[in-house]
């Protein structure tokens, strides 16, 4: 598997903060986009953030001003730092990454991704 989720998940307490990291084992994929998607029970999975080659950044609304998706070259990483967590941010988060540009722009659709990291459970309680 090219994306393996390192570390981060867990429960917390509502207003707590978690890093979740993602490492891409293999250094050969230069992806063009990485990104974070979580699917909580009986939802679909929906975008958190995506980063592209260059830095740019998106982010789905409910988690504006609260995560920062960040991007450590030097050590092939993925980052998703979450602050002020609420119990809505309960989820299975995930980690993607594609090595395809999309001139449209930075995307958070589950499709325009072709790798996968394993979940994992991120629980904030109230």
């Known amino acids: 598997q090219v994306l393996r989720l390192e570390s981060g998940g867990g429960s917390v307490q509502a207003g707590g903060s978690l890093r979740l990291s993602c490492v891409v084992s293999?250094?050969?994929?230069?992806?063009?986009?990485m990104a974070w998607f979580r699917q909580a029970p009986g939802k679909e999975r929906e975008g958190v953030a995506v980063?592209?080659?260059?830095?740019?950044?998106r982010y789905t609304e409910s988690v504006k001003g609260r995560f920062t998706i960040l991007q450590d070259k030097a050590k092939n990483t993925l980052y998703l730092q979450m602050n002020n967590l609420k119990p809505e941010d309960t989820a299975m988060y995930y980690c993607a990454a594609d090595l395809r540009f999309y001139p449209l722009g930075l995307s958070l659709r589950e499709g325009d991704f072709g790798h996968w990291g394993q979940g994992t459970q991120v629980t904030v309680s109230s």
């Open positions: 293999d250094y050969t994929y230069n992806f063009y986009y």
């Open positions: 980063i592209d080659r260059d830095g740019s950044t």
